[in-house]
């Protein structure tokens, strides 16, 4: 349900009442159904979802039918301020995370999508994370992952995530490059079922222009990650200068761009496919999608917020999960 003063709680009420997923999976919201009721009271959006009780739900995880809210009780509905930074509301997206990855590794949820929480109030709670990947990533022992985003204008994956620019050339290794490359591969294989074909970003201005700029993280740390891929099979170039990569000609011709830092790929996800790009970490044994978009604390429980990401979010969470296991249809997906 992400961050209860954000826009998690209207979007997901969304979800639950549109029929438009149905044929994909099984929706089950995993946040607190008394902030549920006080916003549906706010926008006007009906909230008649059956309640599964915490205690409840790991004998009743594959009987649900219908969309459904697993009610975590993580704190007082009556408490929360819509677009305030409060370390309560922090603690309690951290707890809808947590049983959220406890469903995942059970095998009790198919997969997981995840609404928006605030960085602010998460750290406030004491959770010291930047962000949900690096706590997926974590919690779930990944041994190594990776951010991709997914649309139908571009497909952006990440080296280097949540951190400083000033730290992005130290954190930048040939092995990481390579982990990478490898994981997107695999993903958007999976999705379109042939070999894809891939771009790799340099890190500097102009690539570096063989070597003027930057301390040769193209020639001595990006290119030997190419060059070892390509040897192994990938169909794949660079490093290409990030200023021209994104040109319409060669998004055409590209199924992936390996993006060395976050603005690198986020910059022209957002502004060719704002409403669409869905977040998703790669790596994880349980797929994991979320919306692209933060707790738009500003108009936060107003009935101003769109669920178009978070529906995109969810039917990627469906067709990732059933490619992985073709045999299961409809079922529930966080």
């Given at each position: 349900?992400?961050?209860p003063?954000g826009?998690?709680?209207?979007?997901?009420l969304r979800l639950l009442?549109?029929?438009?997923?149905?044929h994909?999976?099984?929706?089950?919201v995993?946040?607190?159904?008394?902030v549920?009721r006080?916003?549906?009271?706010?926008?006007?959006?009906?909230?008649?979802?059956p309640?599964?009780?915490k205690?409840?739900w790991?004998?009743?995880?594959?009987?649900?039918?219908?969309?459904?809210?697993?009610?975590?009780?993580?704190?007082?509905?009556?408490s929360?301020t819509?677009?305030q930074v409060?370390?309560?509301?922090?603690n309690?997206?951290?707890c809808y995370?947590?049983?959220s990855?406890?469903?995942g590794?059970?095998?009790e949820?198919d997969a997981?999508?995840?609404a928006?929480?605030?960085k602010?109030a998460?750290?406030?709670?004491?959770?010291?994370y930047p962000?949900?990947?690096e706590?997926f990533?974590?919690?779930m022992?990944?041994e190594?992952?990776?951010?991709?985003?997914?649309?139908?204008?571009?497909t952006?994956?990440?080296?280097?995530?949540?951190?400083?620019?000033h730290e992005v050339?130290?954190?930048?290794?040939?092995?990481?490059i390579?982990?990478v490359?490898?994981?997107t591969?695999e993903?958007?294989?999976?999705?379109?079922?042939r070999?894809?074909?891939?771009?790799v970003?340099?890190?500097?201005?102009?690539a570096?222009e063989h070597?003027?700029?930057?301390r040769?993280?193209?020639?001595h740390?990006i290119?030997?990650?190419?060059?070892?891929?390509?040897?192994?099979?990938?169909n794949?170039?660079?490093?290409?200068?990030p200023?021209?990569?994104?040109l319409?000609a060669r998004?055409?011709?590209?199924?992936a761009f390996?993006c060395m830092y976050h603005d690198?790929?986020?910059?022209?996800?957002?502004?060719?496919?704002?409403?669409?790009?869905v977040n998703?970490?790669?790596g994880?044994p349980?797929?994991?999608?979320s919306?692209d978009h933060?707790?738009a604390?500003d108009?936060?429980?107003?009935?101003?917020?769109?669920?178009e990401?978070?529906?995109a979010a969810?039917?990627?969470?469906a067709?990732l999960?059933?490619?992985?296991k073709?045999?299961?249809?409809n079922s529930p997906?966080?």
């Amino acid at each position: 349900m992400g961050d209860p003063a954000g826009i998690g709680p209207e979007i997901c009420l969304r979800l639950l009442t549109s029929a438009d997923l149905a044929h994909d999976c099984v929706p089950v919201v995993f946040g607190d159904a008394g902030v549920l009721r006080r916003v549906s009271e706010k926008v006007g959006v009906s909230f008649t979802a059956p309640i599964i009780k915490k205690a409840a739900w790991p004998h009743r995880s594959r009987e649900v039918r219908r969309p459904s809210v697993l009610d975590l009780q993580c704190l007082d509905a009556a408490s929360v301020t819509p677009g305030q930074v409060d370390a309560r509301c922090g603690n309690a997206a951290f707890c809808y995370v947590l049983a959220s990855i406890e469903a995942g590794l059970n095998g009790e949820v198919d997969a997981i999508t995840t609404a928006p929480l605030n960085k602010e109030a998460l750290h406030a709670a004491g959770h010291k994370y930047p962000g949900h990947t690096e706590i997926f990533a974590e919690l779930m022992k990944a041994e190594r992952s990776c951010m991709t985003f997914f649309s139908e204008e571009l497909t952006c994956s990440l080296v280097t995530v949540h951190v400083g620019y000033h730290e992005v050339p130290a954190a930048l290794t040939t092995r990481r490059i390579l982990d990478v490359i490898e994981l997107t591969a695999e993903a958007v294989r999976r999705q379109r079922g042939r070999e894809p074909r891939l771009a790799v970003l340099g890190l500097n201005p102009h690539a570096g222009e063989h070597g003027l700029f930057g301390r040769g993280e193209e020639e001595h740390i990006i290119a030997p990650a190419v060059v070892a891929a390509r040897a192994a099979g990938s169909n794949i170039i660079g490093p290409l200068p990030p200023d021209t990569a994104f040109l319409p000609a060669r998004r055409r011709e590209t199924d992936a761009f390996i993006c060395m830092y976050h603005d690198q790929a986020l910059i022209p996800m957002k502004a060719l496919a704002f409403d669409s790009a869905v977040n998703t970490t790669l790596g994880l044994p349980v797929v994991r999608t979320s919306v692209d978009h933060g707790t738009a604390f500003d108009i936060a429980w107003q009935g101003k917020a769109s669920a178009e990401n978070l529906f995109a979010a969810v039917r990627l969470a469906a067709k990732l999960a059933s490619l992985a296991k073709p045999s299961k249809t409809n079922s529930p997906s966080v």
